[in-house]
DNA sequence: TAAATAAATTAGTCTTAACTAACTTTGCAT
DNA sequence: ATGCAAAGTTAGTTAAGACTAATTTATTTA
């Protein structure tokens, strides 16, 4: 089935998100991003990280040089941080429907590339109402039962 | 990337879960669902199709006849149901959000594999209460312009 | 009922994105 | 400086799930 990904309107699959996802995350918290890290960052293979890597590479959505290591781009950096942004809004608001962090970071994992930017607008509205509304949680958790 | 689909716990990759869904739509509309029928909801080729049906067969969510047509089993069609629950009831949420159909359809479809039951199970409750403060929603309409 | 059309099937191909195994490069420790 | 381990790369394979083209079966209509 041919489903499109148009959830940021960039060309970038499921997967391509991921890695992007992943590298910005290494090198935030480490400063590099090396193909062993992402690897097994994501649980895949080394190999397949180098594949991935030229593609990206290839795509502009980061420079590589083989060997010695890669960078996010301009345009790779900026779209990393909107599938950030998004995963992390995601993550809030299923935080605060009481679920536990297993499961939200499995559901999170596996929508995130499937939310449109209206939708994740809509969210993020709604999270924030949620926000000032303790007792409207309460209800949620008690239904949680 | 091995990103598992426990969301209904059953084996079924999201691409049988599509299946699925449309078969058990146009059995519910028509009585009926037909390899050609199947291929013009999903938009693949019938050759697609037949093939998915074979496999359907062999995996128990249905009975299969070359030539003759199909009707889901007992765990076919539980399956079937909980899947369509599912959808409606994320349709039904993102309606109360505000969203229009295109989208809604849209997102539902990426990330209904996606949702466990936990998630789907506060989603419902959230729901529940959305409906119920139309002063809510308004403020989440307010805040998409 | 026979021809024409619609539906279904088969066989083989393609793409994506994983994998393993074998090899190369780099970097560190002696 | 060399030798070993870690990291990276290449080549070739696999699996899912699409596709087309060719063929077969079923159904409709004249």
Same mark, same amino acid.
């Not at 590099?32 to 690897?39: C, G, L, N, P, Q």
């Given at each position: 089935m041919p489903v499109k990904n148009p959830g940021l309107k960039s060309a970038a699959s499921s997967t391509?998100?991921? !890695?992007?996802?992943?590298?910005?995350?290494?090198?935030?918290?480490k400063? !590099? &991003?090396? +193909? +062993?890290?992402? &690897?097994?960052a994501l649980e895949i293979s080394q190999a397949s990280v180098t594949n991935m +890597?030229? $593609?990206l590479d290839a795509e502009r959505l980061l420079k590589y040089e083989k060997y010695r290591g890669l960078v996010l781009t301009e345009a790779g950096e900026k779209l990393a941080r909107r599938i950030a942004h998004r995963h992390r809004l995601l993550t809030e608001f299923l935080k605060l429907l009481g679920l536990d962090d297993r499961v939200i970071c499995h559901d999170v994992e596996g929508m995130e590339h499937h939310i449109s930017v209206p939708t994740l607008? &809509?969210?993020? &509205?709604?999270?924030?109402?949620? $926000? $000032?509304r303790p007792a409207l949680r309460a209800q949620l958790e008690t239904a949680l039962v």
């Open positions: 391509v998100e991921d !890695y992007l996802e992943r590298i910005l995350e290494l090198i935030n918290s400063g !590099y &991003a090396r +193909v +062993v890290d992402i &690897a097994a +890597v030229q $593609r607008r &809509a969210i993020e &509205a709604l999270t924030r109402q949620l $926000r $000032r």
